[in-house]
């Protein structure tokens, strides 16, 4: 595998490609510990691995609460007896990718997602921008600017994810394309 070396300027190197990751993370995953095949979330930080397990079956007449519980039992449980083996896994993902890995888990309607990455993200907000965010922690929304931020762009992430993901869609198209040109000598 070859990694991309560190622009000039000692700025950040863009990981290798991860454009077979879903392929090759489905096949690294043991048989058996998903009821269906996951979903692999990539971006250039983290690798997210999304996997749905059984529900526990209480019968029809279970009540709501007793549901969630068996189902967070169930993820609890799944963590604990895959956690060498994901261990594993992720470090093989890692050294492939050159991204973290973190592991989500879905059983009936509960999802949860073990430990992931939070990176930093820095930006420049001018006055207007800082107001906002310095409201929301005023509010009470958030208890600081960078909890604001974050918490915007996850509000703007629900209410434009069908947007969001036809952009995806028409980007994936255009790398597709650029593959498909002309090389350049």
Not at 86 to 114: M, P, S
């Amino acid at each position: 595998m070859r990694f991309r070396q560190a622009p000039p300027g000692g700025g950040r190197a863009e990981p290798p490609a991860a454009d077979d990751a879903a392929a090759w993370v489905t096949g690294a995953i043991p048989d058996g510990w998903f009821t269906e095949r996951p979903e692999i979330v990539v971006d250039r930080d983290e690798i997210i691995i999304w996997g749905r397990i059984p529900e526990p079956d209480l019968g029809a007449d279970a009540a709501e609460a007793d549901r969630a519980a068996s189902q967070a039992g169930r993820i609890n449980q799944f963590r604990e007896d895959t956690r060498e083996d994901r261990i594993r896994v992720a470090r093989q993902i890692e050294h492939r990718y050159q991204r973290k890995v973190a592991w989500g888990v879905r059983c009936g309607d509960t999802n949860e997602l073990f430990t992931h990455l939070a990176a930093p993200v820095m930006t420049r907000l001018r006055q207007p921008e800082r107001h906002i965010l310095d409201t929301l922690v005023d509010a009470g929304v958030a208890r600081s600017r960078s909890e604001a931020l974050a918490w915007c762009v996850k509000l703007v992430g629900q209410h434009t994810e069908e947007w969001l993901a036809g952009l995806r869609e028409a980007m994936t198209k255009v790398d597709e394309l650029r593959r498909q040109g002309p090389t350049t000598v």
